[in-house]
């Protein structure tokens, strides 16, 4: 059982930034890869940036290439999600989970955290 918390959501102006974390309990963080998804109201719940569980595998949504950056610390069960150049359609509830394989759909994605909200405004 691994539960997942994420935090450092807020409201930020569009082409600021913001540093998502989501702490992991349980002492077998270090064998899952770690996505991150977003949901914006409305609208189906989307892949944003998943890491291997060793951390040297990532891959990105086309639409936060170049501008997202996913990255995690073993050592402390935490995964990261650096988010630069935010726009206003970057507004969602960022969701973080854990599965056996990175992955950009959800359904390999047995854990999930119950979200931190993120509004750009322009």
């Known amino acids: 059982q691994v539960q997942l918390v994420e935090s450092g959501g807020g409201l930020v102006q569009a082409g600021g930034s913001l540093r998502l974390s989501c702490a992991a309990s349980g002492r077998t963080f270090s064998s899952y890869a770690m996505g991150w998804f977003r949901q914006a109201p409305g609208k189906e719940r989307e892949f944003v940036a998943t890491?291997?569980?060793?951390?040297?595998?990532?891959y990105y949504a086309d639409s936060v290439t170049g501008r997202f950056t996913i990255s995690r610390d073993n050592a402390k069960n935490t995964v990261y999600l650096q988010m630069n150049s935010l726009k206003p359609e970057d507004t969602a509830t960022y969701y973080c989970?854990?599965?056996?394989?990175?992955?950009?759909?959800?359904?390999?994605?047995?854990?999930w955290g119950q979200g931190t909200q993120v509004t750009v405004s322009s």
């Open positions: 890491i291997s569980w060793s951390g040297g595998s990532t």
């Open positions: 989970a854990a599965g056996w394989s990175t992955s950009d759909s959800k359904y390999p994605y047995r854990y």
